[in-house]
């Protein structure tokens, strides 16, 4: 093992896996072995247990696909909306240096701050979520995206100026191509941020959705539910992320993503 080297992919999933074994291994150690109470926190199996009578008898699954659906709609939003604006600001430094200070002072702001605000102005329905999740995402994508074009190598671009490229070709034709792959990857680890937007919003004020489940959950002082919840949360991401990953190897085989 030496800094920087490649793992094999088998020994990559490996290792992956293994660290989940050990992970679910010290968590039945600890509470089977009667360390932790189960009050403050179930055991694996009671977990598996309340989570498909959760999927199975209690709507679960809708409960689901409404925190995917807020997810994929407030990040989509911000997504369309912040590429050109950030685009825009990482080609021409005019408009960075007017936009640039605004939306380094608004990514500071923590998205859960608004709800109270939100709640006010659009009431405890679909459009406050997909608004705090935009609040979350949107600032955030469009200074990661100035950056990115900023920092595109100034030999492409003149090298483009002297074979007769001009200020819209240089934008088109080699500040977003090389650009791309870092946009995409950002795409992906603001997707992320998302998620913990949206179960903040649904903490708050919301009668569906994964969120609203562990509140209630919280109420029982049902760990087991709590725990699925959270486990349910961090599948999705991680099966969403591997698919981000395959989709930007594919759409960028030069990048190393």
Do not use: C
């Amino acid at each position: 093992m030496r800094p920087l080297q490649p793992v094999a992919p088998g020994a990559r999933i490996a290792l992956g896996i293994s660290f989940f074994v050990l992970f679910f291994a010290i968590w039945a150690f600890a509470t089977f072995g009667g360390y932790v109470s189960k009050t403050f926190l179930a055991d694996p199996v009671t977990m598996v247990r309340s989570g498909y009578d959760l999927l199975a008898n209690q709507g679960f699954i809708k409960d689901i696909g409404m925190t995917v659906w807020r997810v994929l709609g407030g990040f989509l939003i911000a997504a369309v909306l912040a590429v050109p604006l950030g685009v825009l600001m990482g080609a021409y430094k005019p408009i960075e240096a007017f936009f640039e200070p605004f939306v380094s002072f608004a990514r500071y702001l923590p998205a859960s701050a608004f709800i109270p605000l939100l709640i006010l102005w659009a009431g405890i329905g679909e459009a406050q979520k997909l608004a705090v999740i935009f609040i979350g995402s949107f600032f955030q994508l469009v200074l990661m995206f100035a950056v990115s074009v900023g920092n595109t190598r100034r030999d492409l671009v003149e090298a483009a100026y002297t074979l007769g490229a001009g200020d819209r070709g240089i934008v088109t034709r080699v500040l977003l191509p090389s650009s791309a792959p870092e946009i995409a990857e950002t795409l992906r680890m603001v997707l992320g941020w998302a998620w913990t937007y949206v179960i903040v919003a649904e903490l708050i004020g919301a009668s569906s959705g994964i969120g609203h489940m562990i509140t209630d959950s919280q109420a029982l002082l049902a760990t087991d539910q709590i725990i699925f919840g959270i486990i349910v949360i961090g599948v999705i991401g991680l099966v969403t992320d591997f698919a981000f990953k395959a989709l930007n190897r594919k759409l960028f085989p030069w990048a190393r993503l």
